[in-house]
Nanobody, 111 residues
Framework: QVQLVESGGGLVQPGGSLRLSCAAS????????MGWYRQGRELVATITGGGYTVYADSAKGRFTISRDNVKNTIYLQMNSLKTEDTAIYYC?????????WGQGTQVTVSS
């Protein structure tokens, strides 16, 4: 059973930055897709084990998703944050036909 552990949410002022992390427990190899969605199942960004990335239009140019295959961890570097980025961010993993979700981490952008 794979579990996802998220970290890195918090409160930041508009224009600030945050980095989210999501670590998958267990062995998932290199064939997977992981990513971040925010409440309402709105896509933020995804990345495959091979490094292929997809971004929502709202994230392009501001957010960067990356991976560490050795640590089974993905990261979401969020820069130039806006108030409309405020949401609960959920980590997602698709692996051998199964979907897994993290518990969510709150990101609040406010002055």
């Amino acid at each position: 059973q794979v579990q996802l552990v998220e970290s890195g949410g918090g409160l930041v002022q508009p224009g600030g930055s945050l980095r989210l992390s999501c670590a998958a427990s267990g062995s998932i190899g290199s064939i997977w897709r992981m990513g971040w969605y925010r409440q309402g199942r709105e896509l933020v960004a995804t990345i495959t084990g091979g490094g292929y990335t997809v971004y929502a239009d709202s994230a392009k140019g501001r957010f960067t998703i990356s991976r560490d295959n050795v640590k089974n961890t993905i990261y979401l570097q969020m820069n130039s944050l806006k108030t409309e980025d405020t949401a609960i961010y959920y980590c997602y993993l698709l692996h051998v036909g199964y979907e897994y979700w993290g518990q969510g981490t709150q990101v609040t952008v406010s002055s």
